[in-house]
């Protein structure tokens, strides 16, 4: 199984996706250590990715996801995977679960202006916010929102990983 976890910078991506990955004894990839130094110096300038910035990374990160998929691991990744081409890309060869976290931009606003170490600026949340076309019922994402301690938000996702994805 492999379980994306989506949202826009600040929804707690890292922090759910290393928590699931290990109540779920799956790999845990994170997305952005996949951004090439190109996007990692554009994203730290505050300058919004295009999808051509954005294509190499979501394609080097499903190949990962698939080479653990191949030998037998479950894996969790963290992955914005704002856009429908996005997470096309990424479930091209393999199937994916996405568990979509969202929230109150306010709440997310305030997590970027609290993160440090960080090269994602508060200033890029509003392109994001733009950018983002959250999973259709046809994708079967589990949709959570992030208001919920981030334990709760885990078990949301285990309990809904456990359901048939919806058609």
Known sequence: MIVVVM?????????IGRSLAERLDA??????????PANVEKMSAAIPLTDKD??????????????????????VIACSALKRYYRQIL???????????????????????SRVGH???????????ATLEPPRADEGAIVVDIAS?????????LAALRMPAAQ
């Open 149 to 157: 301690e981030p334990a709760v938000l885990v078990d949301r996702i």
């Open 91 to 113: 479930t091209e060869r393999v199937a994916m679960r996405f568990a979509h976290l969202t929230g109150d931009p306010a709440l997310i606003k305030a997590r970027l202006d």
């Open 27 to 36: 790999a845990f990839l994170e997305g952005d250590k996949f951004h090439p």
């Open 7 to 15: 949202g826009v910078s600040g929804v707690g991506k890292t922090t």
């Open 54 to 75: 954005r294509e190499p990374w979501l394609r080097a990160l499903a190949a990962e996801a698939e080479t653990c998929a191949a030998d037998g691991q479950n894996v």
């Open 119 to 129: 090269y994602m600026p508060p200033a890029l949340l509003p392109s994001q916010l």
